[in-house]
């Protein structure tokens, strides 16, 4: 049973386009980290969420933390063929030294 | 920058034959990580580190085992490989213990048992 859930698991759209991945659980985490990983390379962390309800922004995309932090959003506004990769959350448990990853969404953005 | 390096891109190995992943670390983390990668199941953890010759199981330890003689250095070995470990493999480092201390990632090794 994965604890983290990805949706969708795929993705492509248009440059210019807005679009929302999702990350959720039944279980509620500490924290949050949200993962880039484009071909060829290892994940890169983009941000991390510690607060229930936080909204972090990192340029054109915004990071939301669910309230009863179970859930966290991904939005990417005017997506841009940069930003095509396998996006991956992974969340930390009260108490669990371990980070719990989700299962991935992956992008494509069309030029 | 932190740099993770892992020591193959690509690995062909054969049903039965112990096979070394090595990694390497350049900004004198404490913890390191293994883990794999295989499609629509995400990263799942396979051992870890927080010391010098100290190692814990993660959530899929079988099959594997880990080496950590010093500090920089953190090697996955497969006893006996099987198909079954055909899979993306990357070795992680972080600087401070605890679930928010942010992953660095090395490129990973695509390991194909035949």
């Known amino acids: 049973t994965q604890l983290l859930e990805q949706s969708p698991q795929f993705l492509s759209i248009q440059e210019g386009e807005n679009l929302t991945v999702y990350c959720n659980s039944s279980?509620?985490?500490?924290?949050l980290q949200w993962y880039r990983q484009e071909p060829g390379e290892g994940p890169v962390l983009l941000v991390t969420?510690?607060?229930?309800?936080e909204v972090k922004k990192l340029k054109r995309l915004t990071f939301q933390f669910g309230d009863a932090r179970k859930d966290s959003s991904l939005h990417i506004t005017a997506a841009q063929p940069g930003d095509t990769g396998l996006y991956l959350c992974a969340g930390a448990r009260f108490g669990n030294e371990k980070l719990t990853f989700g299962t991935g969404t992956r992008l494509t953005i069309i030029p | 920058d932190v740099k993770v390096t892992q020591s193959s891109r690509y690995l062909v190995k054969r049903t039965g034959e112990k096979v070394f992943l090595e990694c390497v670390q350049d900004?004198?983390?404490?913890?390191m990580f293994w883990y794999r990668q295989d499609p629509g199941l995400g990263l799942r953890l396979i051992y870890f580190?927080?010391?010098?010759?100290?190692?814990e199981k993660g959530d899929i330890p079988e099959g594997y085992s880990v080496s950590r003689e010093k500090k920089e250095r953190f090697s996955l070995i497969l006893e006996s490989a099987s198909t079954n470990q055909t899979s993306m493999y990357l070795c992680a480092s972080s600087l401070w213990s605890g679930a928010n201390s942010p992953l660095h990632f090395g490129n990973g090794t695509r390991l194909t048992v035949t």
């Open positions: 900004m004198d983390h404490e913890n």
């Open positions: 279980s509620v985490f500490s924290s």
């Open positions: 580190s927080y010391d010098v010759k100290m190692k």
């Open positions: 969420v510690v607060t229930g309800g």
